[in-house]
């Protein structure tokens, strides 16, 4: 069976996210793995261009990349007590990002939460982990909403 030695626990800060992580903190305890939790806002660069300057946009962002990187500090400390873990916030496209850095990190398995979107939901906003699973290079683990 091939080792599991770092997970990648990508999350949204949203209440699901305790249940992604508690699914992380299993497997890591499991395999004896490091955990790599990632949040990735949303960059906004479409809007560019939509009579909001970039300068705008651009401290709106950074403001969310900087309450994320708090709120990321607490949900480590709580969700990840007495783990080998640490934290990334990203901006970009989900999908992208978390891809990008599991092959950056050389993650071994990538555990994430659905939204359970249905209908025109799902054709308007797609699916951030059913893109991941489709391209991911290891394992993905999803975990669906109570």
């Given amino acids: 069976m091939p080792e599991i030695k770092k997970i990648l626990c990508a999350v949204d800060f949203s209440e699901h996210s305790s249940k992604v992580a508690a699914y992380t903190s299993t497997m890591a305890r499991a395999f004896d793995a490091q955990v790599l939790c990632v949040y990735v806002a949303p960059s906004l660069s479409q809007y560019v261009g ?20 708090s709120t ?3 949900f480590l400390g709580n969700e990840f007590q ?17 891809l990008e850095l599991a092959k950056q990190e050389e993650v071994d398995m990538i ?3 659905t939204h359970g979107r249905k209908g025109i939901d799902r054709v308007l ?10 391209s991911a290079r290891c394992p993905v683990v999803t975990v669906r909403p109570d």
């Fill in 125 to 134: 906003f797609g699916s951030v982990a059913e893109k991941v699973v489709k």
């Fill in 72 to 74: 990321m500090e607490e």
């Fill in 50 to 69: 939509f009579k909001v300057p970039a300068s705008s946009i651009d401290e709106f962002v950074g403001e969310i990349v900087t309450g994320a990187e």
């Fill in 111 to 113: 555990v994430m939460g």
């Fill in 82 to 98: 007495g783990l080998n873990a640490s934290g990334k916030v990203l901006t970009g496209y989900a999908a992208e990002e978390v």
